[in-house]
């Protein structure tokens, strides 16, 4: 049960992770926010289709505990794969350090 609930921990910091992604895939690609819409959405039915799907392979193939450390290690293995993920930022170099001011634009618009 310990270990259980550290599992559940680990899912909750896992989730935590992740940030609005419709949000940043706009801004990741301004002059294409209309494709950058459309991954999202499709991401988004991808995973309201393959969840299930994962829970309907593994259920009587595993249990239901399984199926939890699965989603655990998933979500684990997600919340990994984000160290290693630097988009450019608006305004800051690929050190994180703020980029000096334009005349025509102020620091939050310029483009790294």
């Known amino acids: ?43 988004s039915g991808l995973t309201t289709f393959v969840g299930p799907g994962l829970v309907t392979l593994l259920l009587p193939h595993i249990g239901v505990a399984g199926v939890c ?20 930022q608006p305004g800051f170099d690929r050190n994180g350090r703020r980029l000096p001011e334009t005349a025509d634009r102020p620091v939050a618009e310029v483009d790294a």
Do not use: C, K, Q
Request: net charge negative; glycine share 8%.
């Open 69 to 88: 450390w699965t989603y655990t290690a998933l979500y684990l293995l997600g919340s990994l794969i984000t160290v290693f993920i630097h988009p450019d």
């Open 1 to 43: 049960m310990i270990a259980l609930g550290a599992a559940a921990v680990l899912l909750g910091m896992g989730v935590t992770a992740f940030v609005p992604m419709a949000a940043v895939f706009p801004a990741l690609a301004p002059e294409h926010r209309g494709a950058a819409i459309s991954a999202n959405n499709l991401a």
